[in-house]
């Protein structure tokens, strides 16, 4: 399995996408200092329009946000960079609506709050099996 170590050279660009703003803070800073290069959304569409402007290897999107439903975002960002792998995370225990985003194209979700030493797996695992177009 693939390390952040071995992507030192390209580190993994990761964009969290999160209403919570002190969550995706904290979060984005443990993981800047572990290696990934972090982008930030504080709202689905904050991260449509910083992905007009850079791309990602993948997201880490929130299900439930004021302004746009994770669903809507991740159908969204499947046309917009269909290369990026998506993983759901839900602070609401819902199962069945994660569900719905793997039926969606999310490659995976997480119950938040999730653990870093869960996190990073999952976001390498999902690096490794992201399509090459």
Known sequence: MLTVEDTRNSPVRL???DDERDYVNVLSNRLSKRGFDVGKANSGSEALQIL?????????????????????????????????????????GSAEAAQEGIRQGAYD??????????????IM?????????
């Open 15 to 17: 964009l969290l996408i």
């Open 52 to 92: 007009r402007q850079r791309s990602f290897d993948v997201a880490i999107l929130d299900l439930k946000m004021a302004d746009m439903d994770g669903i809507e975002v991740l159908k969204v960002l499947k046309k917009m960079a269909p290369e990026m792998v998506v993983i759901m995370l839900t602070g609401h």
């Open 109 to 122: 979700y997480l119950t938040k709050p999730c653990e870093l030493n869960a996190l990073i797996p999952k």
């Open 125 to 133: 695992e999902a690096y490794e099996k992201r399509p090459m177009l």
